[in-house]
C-alpha cells in the first residue's frame, strides 16, 4: 500500500503564486510515476502534470504549460508543483495521484493511477 499527503493548497489572488506538496510513504518501490490532478466542482477530475520517475519525463496539460512546474525529490518520495500567473480557472481541489508506469497517453487518465491522496484546496480569487 501507498499512502499520499498533500500539503501547500491555500487562497491566492490571480497572478500569484503557490507550491503544493506531496509525501508518499508505505510501498513506493511501485510508484515510479506520479502526478497531480485538480477538480473543480462540478467538473470531472482532469491531469495536471505527471513525472516518470525512470526516465524523467515530465508531462503538463496544455492549460498549465509555462505555468506550473512539477518535480520530485532525489528520493522520488516528495512530489512538488509549482503554480505561478495563477488564475480563476485554476481553482480546485487539487489531487496527488501515484502509479507504477505513465506515458504521454496515459497519464492524463485518473483510472490509470492506482494510489490518491485526500486532496489540498486551491483557490484563485480575480
Known amino acids: 500500500q501507498v499512502q499520499l499527503q498533500e500539503s501547500g493548497g491555500g487562497s491566492v489572488q490571480a497572478g500569484g503564486s503557490l507550491r503544493l506538496s506531496c509525501v508518499a510513504s508505505?510501498?513506493?518501490?511501485?510508484?515510479?510515476?506520479m502526478g497531480w490532478f485538480r477538480q473543480a466542482p462540478g467538473k470531472e477530475r482532469e491531469g495536471v502534470g505527471a513525472?516518470?520517475?525512470?526516465?524523467?519525463?515530465?508531462y503538463y496539460d496544455d492549460s498549465v504549460k509555462g505555468r506550473f512546474t512539477i518535480s520530485q525529490d532525489n528520493a522520488g518520495n516528495t512530489l512538488y508543483l509549482q503554480m505561478n500567473s495563477l488564475n480563476p480557472e485554476d481553482t480546485a481541489m487539487y489531487y496527488c495521484?501515484?502509479?507504477?508506469?505513465?506515458?504521454?497517453?496515459?497519464?492524463?487518465?485518473?483510472?490509470?493511477?492506482?494510489?490518491w491522496g485526500q486532496g489540498t484546496q486551491v483557490t484563485v480569487s480575480s
Open positions: 495521484a501515484a502509479t507504477d508506469w505513465c506515458s504521454e497517453h496515459s497519464w492524463p487518465l485518473p483510472r490509470n493511477f492506482g494510489y
Open positions: 513525472i516518470y520517475a525512470d526516465d524523467g519525463s515530465t
Open positions: 508505505g510501498d513506493t518501490y511501485s510508484t515510479h510515476c
